[in-house]
């Protein structure tokens, strides 16, 4: 029996990961503009591979509000609680609150029952660079990265990589530096994060969603982050409505 239960682990996560050397879309980031892009573009009948560094997809909604698990989001995104069966209750002023847990539980099953591949403790330290484009990206076990240890790491290909990775925006940071290239900002660079203001922010986040990039695609935080938005802090909605806004884009490049 124990080896049974180690070859069925084993098998299957490979076949997994074979099938998922080469896709249409590779999403860093289980964030929820992430998972709600990773979902949608599955939906759509593309190949999707989400990396996620931590152990616990999910992004920042866990912790709600200074850990009071509750967050925010607003009228107009309830449609994309309700594609992932998620409850809510009404805050009033066009407000509602949505127990933090089960927003994102609800994302993670969401998007896995689309049939996207989601990969978790697995980090993205690289881009692939071809032909002046993103073509992919270069993973390893983030326990490795994080103890430093000298392991040659793994490619996967893709048509498109969205950068889901919130505040540090962490793909168009290494294509900015590593690749040298220009993105679609003000400054043609990383512009950064401003602080606090919850309105501009909530806009700006869904704004600043788009293609910085041949082949690279900006979500949620990160968009922000990139073309110098505000922080919003517990609201979501914007969040949501970023994933579903880049998925479109997306799927309007690859067909």
Same mark, same amino acid.
């Given at each position: 029996?124990?080896?049974?239960?180690?070859?069925?682990?084993?098998?299957?996560?490979?076949?997994?990961?074979?099938?998922?050397?080469?896709?249409?879309? !590779?999403?860093?980031?289980?964030?929820?503009?992430?998972?709600?892009?990773?979902?949608?573009? =599955?939906?759509?009948?593309?190949?999707?591979?989400?990396?996620?560094?931590?152990?616990?997809?999910?992004?920042?909604?866990?912790?709600?509000?200074?850990?009071?698990?509750?967050? %925010?989001?607003?009228?107009?995104?309830?449609?994309?609680?309700?594609?992932?069966? %998620?409850?809510?209750h009404?805050?009033?002023?066009?407000?509602?609150?949505?127990?933090?847990?089960e927003?994102?539980?609800?994302?993670?099953?969401?998007?896995?029952?689309?049939g !996207?591949?989601?990969?978790?403790?697995?980090?993205?330290?690289?881009?692939?660079?071809?032909?002046?484009?993103?073509?992919? !990206?270069?993973?390893?076990?983030?326990?490795?990265?994080?103890?430093?240890?000298?392991?040659?790491?793994?490619?996967?290909?893709?048509?498109?990589?969205?950068?889901?990775?919130?505040?540090?925006?962490?793909?168009?940071?290494? =294509?900015?530096?590593?690749? @040298?290239?220009?993105?679609?900002?003000?400054? @043609?660079?990383?512009?950064?994060?401003?602080?606090?203001?919850?309105?501009?922010?909530?806009?700006?986040?869904?704004?600043?969603?788009?293609?910085?990039?041949? @082949?690279?695609?900006?979500?949620?935080?990160? =968009?922000?982050? !990139?073309?110098?938005?505000?922080?919003?802090?517990?609201?979501?909605?914007?969040?949501?409505?970023?994933?579903?806004? %880049?998925?479109?884009?997306?799927?309007?490049?690859?067909?």
């Amino acid at each position: 029996m124990e080896e049974q239960i180690s070859r069925a682990i084993i098998e299957r996560y490979f076949e997994k990961l074979r099938k998922n050397l080469a896709v249409d879309v !590779v999403v860093v980031g289980a964030g929820p503009s992430g998972m709600v892009a990773s979902a949608d573009l =599955a939906k759509a009948g593309k190949s999707v591979a989400l990396f996620e560094r931590k152990l616990a997809p999910g992004g920042g909604i866990w912790g709600g509000g200074m850990l009071f698990n509750e967050v %925010v989001i607003q009228e107009d995104t309830i449609s994309i609680l309700d594609d992932f069966g %998620v409850s809510y209750h009404p805050a009033g002023d066009g407000l509602f609150t949505a127990d933090s847990v089960e927003l994102a539980a609800g994302l993670i099953l969401g998007a896995c029952q689309t049939g !996207v591949s989601l990969f978790n403790s697995v980090s993205v330290e690289d881009i692939v660079f071809k032909e002046a484009r993103v073509g992919g !990206v270069v993973i390893n076990w983030t326990p490795v990265t994080r103890l430093g240890m000298h392991v040659d790491p793994l490619v996967v290909t893709a048509r498109a990589v969205l950068d889901g990775t919130g505040h540090p925006s962490e793909i168009a940071e290494l =294509a900015t530096r590593k690749a @040298g290239v220009s993105i679609e900002t003000e400054t @043609g660079s990383i512009m950064g994060e401003k602080p606090m203001w919850v309105e501009s922010g909530e806009a700006s986040t869904v704004e600043n969603t788009k293609r910085i990039f041949p @082949g690279l695609y900006v979500s949620g935080m990160a =968009a922000n982050n !990139v073309s110098g938005g505000f922080r919003m802090g517990p609201i979501f909605g914007g969040m949501l409505k970023s994933g579903r806004k %880049v998925a479109g884009l997306i799927l309007e490049e690859l067909g």
